[in-house]
């Protein structure tokens, strides 16, 4: 399991059920038709709903009801990203999964009523998309995410666990799939189940392998140690850095989820003869992966799917515990730009 609290600010607050309906509002006449004039201005949800520190990282602009435990979810993917790069007239397909993420922290606060402060213990993750889906465009990505929530479970009238499917619509095509579960516990209740955890690392960060063998521009975006002779053949440290602004966006007792996503995205990569497009991930988290032991990755590519696509079985393993287990899947190579 992986949480996916947000500790930015202290105390529990309460998440009040927002309504779901959002007021369009024009711009003021300026004298002249304006290029917008008539639309819904745009803007983010609060970040505390997605568990974000920074504002930048919000991806949902806005959710309305649909029908009973049913929602739309609205979303934008920015042109450019610090982390999520564009490469070869792709977006990264992990803002796939990272939109997904967000779409149910923020109905789990929003429509559920989900206090601030709660943890949410994530159990698995995924999606699976065309690559159309991630198509560069001249203008950011406008997306809605159809959201059915079930298994929805709660006591005392507060959410505990919840399972969710979404489906990802781009220019009124749908165009990914995918969900997640998780549960959700009060502070107290974590508390008394990861006691006193530390924040950082105790040791120093190994350097990282060659950028380029893991899809990479820059050393800082690696989380993947450079083997040494305690690592074999595709297998490989994990590389923690809590200083990085996106992988660990707020400080937390744990390695995140979407950390463990990326390292299983590396992993593939680096197995792979040339540049992937991973347009399915699906991960499964069975504990914690904490600061104070290495987390070993190791990547072993799979048969292809039924529609012929490679597949690698990633596993995270922590001491003699298996911390998560992914299974990524590319276009196929022939047809993924270099």
């Not at 499917?165 to 997640?180: E, F, K, L, Q």
């Not at 994990?238 to 950390?259: K, N, Q, S």
């Amino acid at each position: 399991m992986q949480s996916l609290s947000h500790t930015a600010e202290p105390g529990v607050l309460s998440a009040p059920r927002l309504s779901s309906t959002v007021p369009h509002h024009r711009l003021p006449d300026a004298g002249g038709p304006l290029p917008y004039a008539g639309e819904p201005l745009t803007t983010t949800v609060p970040r505390q709903y997605v568990h974000r520190a920074a504002v930048a990282e919000v991806f949902l602009t806005g959710w309305e009801e649909t029908g009973p435990h049913a929602f739309t979810v609205r979303a934008q993917w920015p042109r450019g990203h610090s982390l999520f790069r564009a490469a070869g007239g792709h977006q990264d397909p992990l803002l796939i999964a990272e939109t997904i993420r967000q779409a149910g922290s923020l109905l789990s606060h929003a429509a559920y009523g989900v206090p601030l402060g709660h943890q949410f213990l994530m159990w698995d993750l995924a999606f699976s998309a065309s690559p159309e889906a991630v198509a560069v465009a001249p203008a950011p990505t406008d997306l809605e995410l159809h959201v059915t929530c079930r298994d929805v479970a709660q006591r005392r009238g507060e959410l505990t666990k919840m399972r969710y499917t979404a489906s990802v619509v781009r220019d009124g095509r749908p165009v990914a799939t995918g969900g997640a579960s998780f549960n959700c516990v009060t502070p107290a209740a974590y508390r008394r189940l990861r006691g006193e955890r530390p924040f950082f690392p105790s040791g120093a960060m190994p350097p990282p392998v060659a950028p380029g063998l893991v899809g990479r521009e820059l050393e800082r975006d690696v989380v993947l140690a450079a083997p040494t002779g305690d690592a074999g053949t595709h297998r490989w440290e994990l590389r923690v850095d809590t200083g990085h602004p996106v992988l660990f966006d707020h400080p937390v007792d744990h390695v995140p989820g979407m950390v463990l996503l990326e390292a299983a995205r590396q992993a593939a990569q680096a197995v792979s003869s040339r540049r992937i497009l991973p347009v399915a991930v699906s991960t499964v988290y069975e504990n914690y992966a904490e600061f104070d032991a290495p987390c070993w990755i190791e990547a072993t590519p799979g048969a292809p799917d039924a529609l012929g696509r490679p597949t690698v079985e990633v596993t995270g393993r922590q001491a003699d515990r298996t911390v998560f287990t992914s299974t990524v899947t590319a276009w196929p190579a022939s047809r993924t730009p270099a």
